[in-house]
């Protein structure tokens, strides 16, 4: 039996994971586990100047890219971004990959989140979660006899519920392959999400000084859970090294996949530890 973890890292758009769990995937990659990047939209509606086909080939190739970066897969579902609902059609897309990838565990969103294709990926992982065991759903992809581990990546929304983690993972020695992938997505880091701040001015011309203005951009966002979580680092790594990580990413159990307890921590988290 191999000891080689699964893990499906499920978002709606192309960066999405990027920004939630490159940095704990990228530790993933070094163990030697396995690890899939999943966009649920083609990113098609993700831009102010570019739209449609010609803006999901170019996701695509920057999601590539990306994925290059920690050497993992990266799987984009040819749905329109901005209109991700939680249909039928959808669920069964994402049991067939569910069942087809065969996780341990799947990241997710938290189903309250500022943007509708958030909101409904988190949906659609709940609604295919224990369906992926059922035979006769979908019966032409075997079904899977485990449900497995889901676990929502962090946010800051506080209703109905604050984020509560139960494992909070240090990614010091990672952040700078969570900041190069994200460098890959240029249509969003550097054109989308500027303009629709506000700040395109802003932007570098040159790649190198933009890369720069980037991680300098990111670093209260990259430092965030480390801030907030630091007991929880602590209690993990240790009085010494927990306080003095700089950056994590966080996850919360979801009641709705097979239970994220201490045995599951241990065996799906194996860096965290003192
Ligand atoms: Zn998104």
């Not at 699964?6 to 994971?17: E, K, M, N, S, T």
């Not at 920057?62 to 939680?86: R, S």
């Not at 962090?154 to 909070?168: G, H």
Request: glycine share 6%.
């Amino acid at each position: 039996m191999s000891n080689q973890r699964r893990i499906l890292i499920i978002g709606a758009h192309p960066d999405d994971c990027e920004f939630t769990a490159a940095g704990t995937a990228a530790l993933w990659a070094q163990h030697g586990d396995k690890v899939c990047f999943v966009s649920v939209s083609n990113g098609d509606a993700g831009h102010h100047e570019m739209g449609g086909g010609r803006l999901a080939q170019r996701r695509h190739a920057e999601a590539l890219a990306a994925a290059a970066v920690i050497g993992i897969e990266y799987v984009i579902l040819d749905n329109h971004d901005g209109a991700i609902l939680p249909s039928l059609e959808i669920r069964h897309q994402l049991i067939d990959l569910i069942r087809t990838y065969q996780p341990d565990l799947i990241l997710s969103p938290r189903p309250n989140d500022y943007h509708p294709d958030h909101r409904y990926t988190a949906q659609l992982i709940q609604d295919a979660a224990y369906m992926v065991t059922v035979p006769n759903v979908r019966a032409g992809v075997p079904n899977l006899m485990y449900n497995p581990v889901i676990a929502y990546v962090s946010d800051t929304f506080q209703k109905p519920t604050p984020f509560a983690p139960d494992v909070v993972v240090a990614i010091d020695t990672t952040v700078d392959a969570k900041v190069a992938m994200l460098d890959c997505h240029v249509s969003q880091v550097y054109e989308w999400l500027p303009w629709n701040g506000s700040y395109l001015d802003q932007v570098p011309l040159n790649a190198s000084e933009r890369h720069t203005w980037l991680r300098t951009r990111l670093e209260q966002r990259l430092q965030r859970d480390a801030h907030s979580y630091r007991h929880k680092l602590i209690a993990s790594y240790g009085v010494v090294r927990g306080a003095t990580i700089r950056y994590a990413e966080a996850f919360e159990g979801c009641e709705y996949g097979s239970p994220l307890d201490a045995a599951a921590i241990a065996r799906l988290f194996p860096f965290v530890s003192a």
